[in-house]
């Protein structure tokens, strides 16, 4: 897990505050650093209404 991760999750997914934190211009290069965790995707999965 990268830091970019790490932050990403701690903030309950912003990438406009890991962007910043990473000193980045653009959202689109903080996106290389954020890894989609295989269980993030499964709790985001869960939460989806029935």
Known sequence: MTYAS???RA???SIRL???QLGHR???T???YTD???E???LA???LPQ
């Open 36 to 38: 989609v965790l295989s």
């Open 40 to 42: 993030d995707a499964a």
């Open 6 to 8: 790490m932050l990403c």
């Open 45 to 47: 999965v869960e939460e």
């Open 26 to 28: 653009s959202i689109q």
């Open 11 to 13: 903030s309950h997914f």
């Open 18 to 20: 890991v962007r910043k």
């Open 30 to 32: 903080a996106q290389i």
